[in-house]
């Protein structure tokens, strides 16, 4: 039986400034060079629409009539029946089928930021309402998951069952329990995420859909409400997510992220002066992290306090300073530029390597936060001071850059590990609906143990391609093992490619600044 039972999806490494032993120093300086010297051509706008005909493959509920994924079918259509709620729709989260509810409220979160920063460019590569199709098939979950005001739904299925089975969703036979939060049972990093995503989404939706928005916006302040009032780790009071997703920070940089969403989405400083005067206490300005995932948002959130200080934020100045100092430190540590050893990891060959499994997750988060910050230096005309030198805007953007273009193949495996992308990439990705022939092909029944054993076991390529998906990829020696059964590096999850979604927006911008339709075909890439 398949061995992912076992696993835990989070890993996260969660340490204090002092001493500074977030992450270890990685030598290979000479791969930071490496890929900037390849001089490789990438097809960015290719890579943007993909990644967003991911989230239509990773949909549950009823599939609309314009569906592109044509591979899946209808699923999950009685979520929420025993519980007497309507819980259908939102999106599995990898290879499972578990709606999982802080993972998709990051996933949300990030895509939404995506084109908050980058609308513009999103909008002229035609892929703005793909991006807005797939924020509103989670947010029209998290509106039915806020069921009343103190009441969300945060988990649909079961891990251990669901990992019983190798299934198309189509055919789900495992348990499709439902489990909430709420007064009694409390989860503030559950609520605090979703609150964030939903005032996120409440700004892109603002000027196309000003009711949504103002809906969006109405459960994003109930939801922090709720969350700030009746205070505990959601994994606590759900105890089937602590083996797949718990949450190792804890809630407070939720409600702090939470309410930096809320104030952006609101203008209201009663958010702001929370972020402010809670900074201290909830770790806002104490934490210097390393990492940026759907369990840490210390990074994001410190990222966002430094741009209203270079908007010329007067207020609170003080604050935001110590805010701003934490968040530059986990952009040095991203560029190599900190002291004692508190540096990010980095493969032989550049890839920044956060821990074993899943890592492209956090190199995705590391190239959008690094991709808005160039640009927040550049329209300040400021740099940034590292312990270990001066950088400007363009060695940032730069950097950022040769992580997607790692990832679309400048490594050394000369694979894409954006699924679908380039002439080469993983073809046995871990991933039930994929890995198993598609239900509108064949819509014979496929149990359990039929899945492991004609599907799961089978050395052939998956018939489905997943596109878009961006698997865990390479091990800290850059080797990677397109094998199913290795789920470290080849399953994907939602929130790996959902910040890159702006990041290819941007690059296009910059490689192809007077029109984003000239490309005649994938530019193929070779290390």
């Not at 989230?55 to 314009?66: D, V």
């Not at 969006?216 to 700030?228: I, M, N, P, R, S």
């Not at 390479?474 to 080849?490: A, L, S, W």
């Not at 929130?495 to 490689?511: C, D, R």
Request: with cysteine.
């Amino acid at each position: 039986m398949e061995d992912e039972r076992k696993k835990k999806k989070n890993q996260t490494l969660y340490r204090p400034l002092k001493p500074p032993r977030i992450a270890r120093h990685c030598c290979a300086l000479f791969s930071f060079f490496t890929i900037f010297k390849t001089g490789l051509a990438f097809d960015y706008a290719d890579a943007l629409t993909k990644s967003l005909l991911y989230f239509e493959a990773q949909r549950s509920g009823r599939l609309p009539y314009n569906q592109r994924v044509t591979w899946r079918d209808h699923s999950g259509l009685t979520d929420g029946l025993e519980q007497g709620v309507d819980l259908v729709g939102g999106y599995y989260d990898a290879g499972d089928h578990v709606k999982f509810g802080l993972p998709m409220a990051f996933t949300i979160t990030m895509l939404s930021w995506s084109v908050i920063e980058f609308r513009d460019q999103i909008s002229r590569a035609d892929e703005l309402e793909h991006a807005l199709e797939a924020i509103k098939w989670g947010t029209d979950y998290f509106i039915k998951a806020h069921s009343s005001p103190n009441v969300l739904w945060a988990e649909v299925g079961d891990g251990d069952t669901d990992h019983y089975c190798w299934q198309r969703p189509e055919d789900m036979t495992t348990s499709r329990q439902a489990y909430k939060i709420d007064e009694n049972n409390p989860g503030s990093d559950l609520a605090g995420e979703t609150a964030a995503a939903m005032a996120a989404a409440s700004i892109v939706f603002k000027r196309r859909n000003p009711h949504y928005a103002h809906l969006l916006l109405h459960h994003a302040q109930q939801l922090f409400e709720f969350g700030d009032k009746y205070r505990g780790k959601y994994d606590a009071s759900v105890e089937a997510v602590k083996s797949y997703y718990a949450s190792v920070s804890g809630y407070m940089d939720e409600l702090l992220w939470g309410a930096m969403w809320l104030y952006k989405a609101t203008d209201n400083k009663e958010y702001l002066n929370y972020v402010i005067n809670k900074a201290h206490y909830f770790g806002g300005t104490d934490w210097a992290i390393t990492e940026f995932s759907w369990d840490v948002k210390y990074a994001g959130l410190q990222i966002m306090a430094s741009k209203l200080l270079m908007d010329g934020h007067k207020e609170q100045s003080h604050m935001l300073e110590q805010y701003k100092s934490k968040g530059e430190y986990y952009i040095c540590s991203c560029l190599n530029k900190n002291n004692n050893g508190s540096n990010v990891d980095r493969t032989p060959a550049g890839l920044l390597h956060i821990r074993q499994w899943n890592n492209m997750q956090y190199v995705s988060t590391a190239a959008f936060l690094l991709t808005i910050y160039s640009g927040y230096l550049q329209s300040s005309n400021q740099k940034l001071e590292c312990p270990n030198g001066v950088v400007d805007h363009e060695e940032i953007f730069n950097f950022a850059k040769s992580q997607v273009d790692y990832i679309l193949g400048s490594n050394p495996m000369n694979m894409s590990y954006l699924v679908g992308y380039g002439p080469k990439f993983p073809t046995r990705v871990h991933h039930r609906g994929a890995s198993i022939v598609s239900y509108r092909e064949n819509k014979g029944f496929i149990g359990c143990t039929q899945g492991y054993d004609n599907w799961y076991s089978s050395q052939e390529q998956n018939p489905n391609v997943l596109v878009g998906a961006l698997v865990g990829g390479p091990d800290r020696q850059d080797n990677f093992r397109d094998q199913r059964g290795n789920y470290m590096q080849t399953e994907a999850c939602t929130y790996n490619t959902a910040p890159l979604v702006g990041v290819f927006a941007k690059l296009l911008e910059m490689e192809d600044p007077k029109g984003y339709h000239d490309h005649t075909g994938p530019l193929v890439a070779s290390y």
